[in-house]
């Protein structure tokens, strides 16, 4: 009987201490799995919530409250511009839908410069910031950057003319990172690179006058820029001396020397004499 009640204890032990070997191996891969978790959200960094399409969109459809719904992300890796408010993507009121003004794709962020301002129609009056206006300038496959150009670009304009000065014929700079918000008859940035006849680009009434101007008085032609990159500020002009490295040069006539004569007759000739000049 003794002997039994051993045999049970020994066997108690046995499992209990099995039972605390493996709860203290669970508590360990736990606390281990805890501490790799809470290295993960470290190198995450903040969380927040962000507006996500649930479905692709192409350019013009509506954008609605069914499109969208709200994800966590990290804070430090979402561009600028994205909605994380309901009341902000879709304010209240009547006639405060959004357009989508680029290709989107499913689970992707929804982003200001990719939708219109509430109310605002999907063409070209949509993407005109305030105080902006469209200008459509006349390309080629030379002065369009080749067909490279897409809406959402920024271009540098230069003129190329006759000046009317000394320098003859020359290439200004007249504007520098002008958006361009068409392409053709499309505002849309999805289609691709297109072989243009017009761009249209989002300039102030001044531009405007002034890209008329150079328009109607000599060749316009676009120099495509980076996304990062600033506008040129100082003045950029070159003519042919420039290139050619031509120097003028500028030729000084001396003025004549004064001279005194008077004319005399000898032998019914007429004689010319020099004399010195009396002032």
Do not use: H
Request: hydrophobic share 40%; proline share 6%.
């Amino acid at each position: 009987m003794r002997t039994g009640f051993a045999l049970v204890l020994v066997a108690g032990i046995g499992l209990a201490g099995a039972a605390v070997y493996m709860a203290k191996g669970y508590i360990g891969q736990t606390q281990s799995a805890l501490e790799q978790q809470q290295q993960i959200l470290a190198a995450l960094g903040p969380i927040t919530q962000v507006y996500v399409l649930k479905t692709g969109k192409n350019y013009g459809d509506p954008l609605t409250a069914e499109d969208v719904e709200l994800v966590y992300m990290p804070a430090n890796s979402l561009p600028e511009g994205t909605f994380g408010n309901a009341e902000t993507l879709f304010p209240p009121g009547p006639n405060q839908g959004r357009f989508v003004l680029r290709q989107m794709e499913p689970r992707e962020p929804i982003l200001q410069a990719k939708v219109t301002g509430p109310g605002e129609p999907p063409g070209l009056a949509g993407q005109l910031e305030r105080g902006k206006r469209a200008f459509a300038i006349k390309v080629d496959v030379q002065s369009g950057v080749s067909g490279f150009l897409q809406p959402g670009n920024f271009v540098d304009v230069f003129w190329t003319g006759n000046s009317g000065g000394p320098e003859g014929e020359i290439t200004r700079l007249i504007e520098s990172k002008a958006r361009v918000i068409a392409v053709d008859q499309t505002s849309d940035a999805s289609g691709g690179a297109l072989v243009a006849r017009t761009i249209t680009v989002a300039v102030t009434p001044e531009q405007v006058a002034r890209l008329t101007q150079a328009q109607s008085s000599g060749r316009l032609t676009l120099s495509l820029v980076g996304q990062d990159d600033e506008a040129v500020t100082s003045p950029l002009s070159v003519d042919n001396a420039s290139i050619t490295g031509r120097q003028e040069v500028e030729v000084v006539v001396a003025p004549e020397e004064q001279r005194c004569t008077i004319t005399q007759m000898k032998g019914g000739e007429r004689v010319v004499v020099e004399i010195p000049c009396t002032n």
